[in-house]
């Protein structure tokens, strides 16, 4: 498994973690972080089928809520 795939296993898991810990006010507010993020991917164009632009993007949106 590389670095990247390792380190965004690892984000995924943090991430299922704290929703499941998270109370009904803190899962709307994951919710809309979730919805704010898809809205910036789809703003974000297609690097020749890499979707690395758009992943960095959204652990980048992660990064801000957290």
Do not use: N, W
Not at 27 to 55: C, F, M, N, S, W
């Amino acid at each position: 498994m590389s670095d990247e795939t390792e380190d965004l296993a690892e984000t995924l898991a943090f991430t299922i973690g704290v929703i499941l810990q998270s109370d009904a006010d803190k899962r709307r507010h994951i919710a809309l972080a979730y919805q704010e993020a898809r809205q910036l991917v789809e703003t974000i164009p297609p690097d020749d089928g890499d979707a690395r632009p758009k992943i960095i993007a959204c652990l980048e949106r992660f990064e801000i809520y957290m």
